[in-house]
Nanobody, 116 residues
Framework: QVQLVESGGGLVQAGGSLRLSCEASGTISTINAMGWYRQAPGKQRELVATISKGGSTNLADSVKGRFTISRANAKNTVYLQMNSLKPEDTAVYYC??????????WGQGTQVTVTS
C-alpha cells in the first residue's frame, strides 16, 4: 500500500504562486512515476504533470512555462511549483503514484483557488 498526503493549496490572486507538496509513505519501492492531476467543478480530472523515477517530466500544454514538477527522493516527496497562476487553474489538485500493474495511489486532494 502507498499513502499520499498533499499540502500547499490555498487562495491566491492571479499572477501569484503556490507550491504543492505530496509526501508518499508505505511501499515506496512499488512507485514508478508520480504526478499531479486536477479537477475543476463540472469537469473531468485532467493530467497536469508527471515525473518519472529517473526524473523525466511531462507537463500539460496549458501549464508549460508556468508550472514545474520536481521530486526529492530522499524525502519521498513530489512538488508542483505553480507560477503565474490564472483563474482557470482553480481546481482540486490530486497527487498520483503510478505503480505499474498495481493499483495506483491517490491523495485526498488540495484546493487551489485563483481569483482575478
Amino acid at each position: 500500500q502507498v499513502q499520499l498526503v498533499e499540502s500547499g493549496g490555498g487562495l491566491v490572486q492571479a499572477g501569484g504562486s503556490l507550491r504543492l507538496s505530496c509526501e508518499a509513505s508505505g511501499t515506496i519501492s512499488t512507485i514508478n512515476a508520480m504526478g499531479w492531476y486536477r479537477q475543476a467543478p463540472g469537469k473531468q480530472r485532467e493530467l497536469v504533470a508527471t515525473i518519472s523515477k529517473g526524473g523525466s517530466t511531462n507537463l500539460a500544454d496549458s501549464v508549460k512555462g508556468r508550472f514545474t514538477i520536481s521530486r526529492a527522493n530522499a524525502k519521498n516527496t513530489v512538488y508542483l511549483q505553480m507560477n503565474s497562476l490564472k483563474p482557470e487553474d482553480t481546481a482540486v489538485y490530486y497527487c498520483n503514484a503510478d505503480r505499474g500493474l498495481l493499483l495506483a495511489a491517490w491523495g485526498q486532494g488540495t484546493q487551489v483557488t485563483v481569483t482575478s
